[in-house]
């Protein structure tokens, strides 16, 4: 049965006298982390066609206005992966990649419009729909474009260095951080392939660089996030069940179908406990309710068919004979 969570960052669940484990440094250079990570992706059976060239770098740039950053660049010289879900840059139709690359913008302004979202820095909201959505366009005229890696996984172009951030934004105008650069994207992408043999690079970041807009509005929702669908808990609990929302959904788990599983109602001992349809629904106000949250969902995928060696990779939990 599962029985903790295990830090994706492998810092959180150390005592304050134990030094955390740091992933072992490697001084790649961008075009031999790229080949690392294509070759594996390869290996994973994804399939990988031959990296742009230049002539194809400077027509896709030149035609929607935007930059590649180095190190993403540097990982599509050496291959371009074609499997679903990545963007095809040479493949695809330009109206299908006009379309990624509006899709992060029109989803938080249809956001705006539907009164669900304003941004504090934006100054008062005004009263009228067609104003506001005038006024937040503004905002993003001057913000980065961002660049499709995989689904909704996107990197600023701007400012053009390696080391950018990668961000989530889905379809409902919800924008996170999901990494610091691209090496941390990649590393922590169990839901794409389970990459061997690709060390920490020497220049991955270890810290956010802030990116215009896209870093406040992935901040607003840090923000707000601590009141979820799940109940309000402090933020460390929250950051865990987090955590374990997106593996879920990463792991290709519909959004409702991760609602049902993670439905909560009040109590986590025996007594409180009750079942709605399969699944135990309970509140969670401490450590011990997020292991006992854990353990819940272990047994759902476990019902649901899933492997042992499934549950604890996609949950990232430690598990014992039970």
């Known amino acids: 049965m599962a029985t903790a969570i295990a830090n994706v960052n492998n810092t ?21 982390y790229a080949k690392t990570l294509i070759d594996n992706l390869k290996s994973s059976n994804i399939p990988v066609a031959n990296g742009l060239s230049d002539s194809e770098f400077s027509s896709i740039e030149s035609n929607f206005n935007f930059t ?10 050496q291959g371009l992966p074609v499997d679903l879900g990545f963007a095809n840059w040479r493949g695809s139709s330009p109206q299908q990649l006009q379309i990624l690359l509006s899709l992060p913008i029109i989803s938080v302004l249809r956001k705006v419009s539907q009164r669900k979202f304003w941004h504090p820095s934006w ?20 913000a980065p474009i961002l660049v499709p890696i995989y689904r909704h996984c996107y990197i600023p172009a701007s400012p053009n260095l390696a080391g950018n951030p990668v961000f989530y934004v889905d379809h409902d105008g919800d924008v996170r951080l999901l990494s610091f650069d ?20 020497a220049w991955a970041a ?12 992935a901040d607003a929702r840090l923000e707000t996030r601590e009141c979820c669908w799940w109940g309000c808990v402090n933020g460390e609990l929250s950051e865990c069940l987090e955590d374990v929302f997106w593996r879920l959904r990463d792991g290709g788990w519909r959004e409702e179908e991760v609602r049902e599983m ?17 699944v135990m629904a309970y509140s969670v106000r401490n450590k011990e309710g997020v292991a006992c949250h854990v353990r819940l969902l272990s047994v759902v995928l476990l019902r649901a068919g899933w492997t042992r060696e499934d549950v604890v990779y996609s949950l990232g939990v430690v598990g014992d004979e039970g």
């Open 182 to 201: 691209l090496a941390g994207f990649f590393r922590e992408a169990e839901f794409l392939c389970k990459l061997s043999g690709v060390d920490v690079p």
């Open 68 to 77: 590649f950053p180095p190190d993403l660049r540097s990982i599509l010289q």
């Open 12 to 32: 959180r669940n150390k005592t304050n006298s134990e030094p955390p484990i740091r992933p072992k440094l490697a001084c790649f250079s961008f075009a031999a």
């Open 262 to 278: 993670m439905m909560m109602m009040n109590g986590c001992d025996d007594n409180d406990r009750k079942e709605s349809g399969s």
């Open 123 to 142: 100054g008062p909201e005004p009263q009228d729909r067609e104003l506001a959505m005038d006024l937040a366009r503004s905002f993003f005229t001057r």
């Open 206 to 217: 270890t810290a956010e660089r802030r990116i215009e807009l896209w870093s406040d509005l």
